[in-house]
């Protein structure tokens, strides 16, 4: 059988996802534990005990000035900016989506302007709104939102205009107005791209974040790679990238949980 023919099983997918993961971590370690074997004050390449007990102090133990256990209030933070980024930029690209791939009047007005939007570096926006909303909460959830949400209302527009013209007839025919058209024709058809749309923004989601807190900030997973940085920390900053990483993929598939639990039939035979 050609490989292109083949279908890989649930659980042997992830035997075999999780093969070259193993192989790099195996790596890591035999290359870490050489460097150590030449130099036990190597920086570059922590072991795993050392990574432990740097960690654990952050973990466990609070904050001599905040009182907070700082792991966890740097996870808390990010995950407040990043939920109400996505947030917002999920709606937009809802409502706005909906309206520019639905009415072609809209489409021709503001589609030149997201498009344009979305052209824009958003980290070339960032002190723009450092300037404009200052240095707290609310520019760093705008750089989240001015940086996906235009891709996000791009997406969930264009697959809404490609919708076969034939349901469009089939529905005013059937004395559909412009709205019932949007709600009930266009909205259900729309939701399992959103939520596609959304998994695919959320590692440029937390690049903007990242970027923010570590610019202007006093707490968050970004602010804190940043600020021990300079001591060449690295057995926390790989734990804190791993954590990132790990909270990504979570919420990556709890977005495919949801979208194939809600809208089966947009998946076919992969459901």
Same mark, same amino acid.
């Given at each position: 059988m050609r490989w292109v023919n083949r279908r890989i099983q649930r659980g042997n997918g992830i035997l075999l996802g999780a093969i070259p993961i193993v192989l790099l971590v195996l790596l890591y370690l035999v290359v870490a534990a050489s460097r150590h074997a &030449? !130099?036990? !004050? &190597?920086?570059i390449l922590p072991l795993p005990g050392g990574m432990a007990e740097a960690m654990s102090a952050l973990l466990f133990q609070p904050d001599l000035l905040s009182g907070r256990l700082v792991f966890w209030a740097d996870t808390l933070a990010s995950l407040q900016r990043l939920g109400i980024g996505l947030g917002i930029s999920t709606l937009s690209a809802l409502l706005v989506g909906l309206l520019l791939g639905t009415l072609p009047p809209v489409r021709a007005t503001f589609g030149p302007l997201v498009t344009g939007i979305a052209v824009i570096p958003p980290i070339a926006l960032l002190p723009i709104l450092f300037i404009a909303f200052g240095l707290g909460e609310t520019a760093k959830v705008a750089l989240i939102v001015v940086g996906i949400a235009p891709f996000m209302i791009r997406d969930v527009a264009a697959h809404v205009a490609a919708l076969p013209r034939e349901q469009i007839v089939k529905a005013q025919t059937l004395g559909a107005s412009?709205?019932?058209l949007i709600l009930r024709v266009a909205l259900p058809q729309a939701m399992p791209r959103l939520i596609q749309a959304v998994r695919l923004s959320l590692g440029p989601a937390w690049v903007f974040l990242i970027s923010a807190e570590a610019i202007a900030s006093d707490i +968050?997973? +970004?602010?804190?790679i940043f600020l021990v940085r300079r001591y060449l920390s690295m057995d926390i900053i790989l734990p804190y990238v791993a954590w990132i990483a790990l909270l990504a993929i979570v919420m990556d598939m709890l977005l495919t949980w949801t979208s194939r639990r809600l809208f089966p039939w947009a998946h076919g035979a992969n459901h």
């Open positions: &030449d !130099n036990p !004050n &190597d920086k412009s709205w019932q +968050g997973l +970004g602010y804190r």
